[in-house]
Structures are given as C-alpha cells and as structure tokens.
C-alpha cells in the first residue's frame, strides 16, 4: 500500500437523526467536520479505519503549561467504503477516496456554566464548541528576595484540534499505518446568536425610563408620561458585514420597543405625541472579558484581557400609534445596527483554564414635548450581560421592520451561508 493522504474538506452544521418527534423537536445542531483519504493500491493489508478528532485547551504563562483535553469524536469505517476516484484523462485510476464526517469535539463547561445552561440555552445553538484560537498577554510574578520586585512574564493559550486515523486489521488488532493532519476551524462564518443571560423566563426585558431631575422641577410627578422600553432576550444574531466595512468588524441587529403611557387629560400632548417622532440618543459599550490560567488559584497563573468598544447612535423614531382607542398607551419600534469589534467573533466559552465573556451597556435617551412644548428628557440604561453561542447556519433569518402603514411588521430576510464553513 503506497502513503495515503488525508486532508479536511471543511465544517458544516447538521441536525442528528431521532426515532420520535419529540426527541427531534429538543434536537440541538451539530457541527461536523468533513475530511477525505486517499489511498493508492488497497491490498488488503486493513479492513477498518478508525477516525478520532481530538481538541485540547493549552496554556502556558512562564514556566507553568497546562493542558484540558476537549471530548473526542470516534468513528470506526469499512475499508469497503472507499470508492474508485475518476479522472478526465482515464475513466477508472488506482486511487480510491473515503469522504466521512464526524461531530466536532466539545467542551466540558465549568460548575458554573452547568447551572446557567439551562435558563440561557436558545433554540437552534450549537452547544460546547469552541473554534480554533490562539490568545497571548502577560502578568507580573512577584518574587519575595532580599527585595521585593515585580517580573512581567508571558502567556499563551490556544484551542488546537487534530484529526488522527488508524489503517486496522480487525483480526488481529495490528494497526497497519497512522494518518494525522492539523484541523483549522477558526475562519467559521456561521452567525452567533446573542442571548441575555437571565433566570427570567418571559423571553422579553423591560425596563422604565427615569426623567430628568430639570424636568421634575417644571411639572410634578403626576403630570410626567411614563416611558418604558423593551427588547427581547434573545437580542439576535452577530453576523460578518463585509459589504460595508473591510475590517473584521460584525453587526448585530437588536429591535426595541417603546411605549409610552400619557397622565390622564393630556389630549394635547396626545396630539403632539401621534405628529411628532420621538428622538433618541444611543451610547453602546461592548466590553470583551478573556481569561486563561494553568489551573492555579494564585494571580501570577493567571492572564486578563479586558477592551471595550464605544458606539453612538442618534436616530429618529417612527410616530408612535396607538392599538386602541381606549387606552392612553402609545408604542413605537426601532432599531439598533450595531458594529461590533473583532473581539466578538468567538462564542462564549467558560472552562477550567479558558474563560471568555460578555456585557453590553446601552445608555437610552428620549425626548419628547409635553403640552407646554416643553422638551422633557428620559433615560434608560442597561447593562446586559450576554452569551454568544454558534448557531445553526439558516437558509431564511427572521427579521422585523416597522412600516409607517403597516406598524411593526416580520419579514423573512434570505441568508445563504456555503455548504461548507471552513
């Protein structure tokens, strides 16, 4: 048998197979790894080839290494598998071809994560998988000599994986010849989904807009509007905006609403609340958290990386309607387009050695005229702490608008990720 060869074709996300619709409907995807061999001459020599994926978090900071294995992935195939490769030049050659695939290895998550797990699991995410990645920074040491000093030293960590397979004779166990090829899975172009992290289960956040102190001191409490504002828990999906920027900047799209709740004989303002558009002033703050250690609780073990990206936005909104007559309650939508870093581009991950994290700061303010036309200003703020999860690549995304007709209205917006991912 001359050297095989095997090379990766590339990752793609796929549903597993249940007996029962129910066991289908708490189906979450996978993602699979697809890879060919090559083989010239198959003489008989093994007639099983067994396939394993294996993942490990390594991570060095001075003289210190540690290392977590990821759960492998096995797959035992027939050497009947194998098929003739065709060519142009000659209909039938003497290479023979295995494509197969097998799921990608996933972490175990930490005693924290495991408790989180299922209040912030979303439907249609990839669970456990982390990509290729390789994150560097440094520490201080301090060393208790006659003086006490401070020594900067450096760290490494990265997510490798390794795609291994074994040309077997089933009887008598002898492993004929070993293949074994470097996987690279960090270029994934599936979107992430962005998901609050939250024990509620509503689905929905909501929060009430406080007034300005100036404006109480011209009108009382009782006279004031109340302004709330709302999103969803699941704020939506981070995908690449190559179209607008050439950078590796991403976008997330997250829809807002806003009601507000007019005092009792406030016909006036009602009348300039439906003519006017409200206006509102955003600032966004994404703050990236990433954290690896060898294991150790002492500080000099561990690395930190903490940045931050700042957005202002300033957008009109549409009038706000009203559903019915009878109530004084007026809502209107709109949404945010936020460009996010380069740093949001990896999922979530909390490990033993390996920590990334989250948090989005919106900072709200609305103003609007009160019967005197008097602006009267509100604010609102959160600090919302997120989980980026990979999901499964979608043919159609939803994605709501609001038409000055119609109010707030889904649409279907088509998505087309490749075949393949990598």
């Known amino acids: 048998m001359s050297t095989p060869t095997i090379h990766v074709l590339g990752v793609s996300a796929a549903e597993e197979t249940f007996s029962s619709i129910e066991d289908k409907s708490s189906a979450s995807p996978h993602l699979r790894l697809h890879a060919r061999i090559?083989?010239?001459?198959?003489?008989?020599?093994?007639?099983q080839v067994k396939i394993r994926l294996q993942g490990a978090i390594r991570?060095?900071?001075g003289s210190r290494v540690a290392v977590e294995k990821l759960n492998p992935s096995t797959e035992v195939l027939s050497a009947l598998a194998f098929k003739p490769a065709y060519s142009a030049s000659r209909q039938l050659?003497?290479?023979q071809h295995l494509d197969f695939s097998c799921p990608l290895p996933s972490s175990a998550p930490t005693r924290g994560a495991r408790k989180n797990k299922s209040s912030c699991h979303g439907d249609g995410d990839v669970d456990g998988f982390m990509p290729s990645m390789s994150l560097t920074g440094s520490t201080y040491?301090?060393?208790v000599t006659a003086i006490r000093d401070r020594h900067l030293v450096e760290g490494r960590c990265d997510v490798v994986y390794q795609l291994e397979a074994e040309f077997v004779h089933s009887a008598s166990g002898h492993v004929v010849r070993r293949l074994s090829c470097p996987v690279d899975v960090s270029s994934l172009h599936t979107p992430l989904q962005v998901?609050?992290?939250?024990?509620?289960q509503s689905g929905s956040l909501k929060q009430m807009a406080k007034p300005q102190r100036r404006s109480l001191r011209y009108f009382g409490s009782h006279l004031q509007p109340e302004v709330s504002v709302s999103m969803p828990q699941k704020l939506g999906f981070i995908v690449s905006d190559s179209s607008r920027l050439a950078t590796g900047c991403r976008r997330l799209t997250i829809p807002v609403s806003v009601n507000v709740r007019l005092p009792p004989n406030a016909r006036r303002q009602a009348q300039s609340l439906l003519s006017d558009s409200l206006k509102c002033s955003i600032k966004t703050q994404w703050f990236t958290r990433r954290v690896f250690s060898t294991g150790s609780s002492a500080v000099e073990s561990m690395v930190r990386s903490d940045t931050v990206s700042t957005?202002?936005?300033?957008l009109?909104?549409?009038p706000p309607y009203n559903s019915t007559l009878v109530d004084s309650s007026y809502t209107t939508q709109m949404e945010l387009n936020l460009l996010l870093p380069e740093s949001a581009t990896h999922p979530s991950i909390s490990t033993d050695l390996l920590?990334?994290?989250?948090?989005?700061d919106l900072v709200m303010k609305f103003e609007m005229s009160n019967d005197d036309n008097v602006k009267t200003a509100y604010n609102a703020e959160f600090s919302l702490p997120v989980t980026l999860r990979t999901a499964k690549p979608a043919a159609i995304l939803s994605r709501c608008t609001f038409d000055p007709l119609l109010g707030y209205i889904e649409e279907d917006l088509q998505y087309a990720p490749p075949p393949y991912i990598y």
């Open 59 to 61: 991570s060095t900071i």
């Open 141 to 143: 040491i301090t060393r």
């Open 355 to 360: 920590s990334i994290s989250y948090t989005l």
């Open 316 to 318: 009109t909104l549409p």
């Open 195 to 200: 998901e609050v992290s939250s024990n509620e």
């Open 38 to 47: 090559a083989i010239h001459n198959q003489d008989g020599h093994f007639d």
């Open 93 to 95: 050659t003497e290479e």
């Open 311 to 314: 957005q202002k936005l300033a």
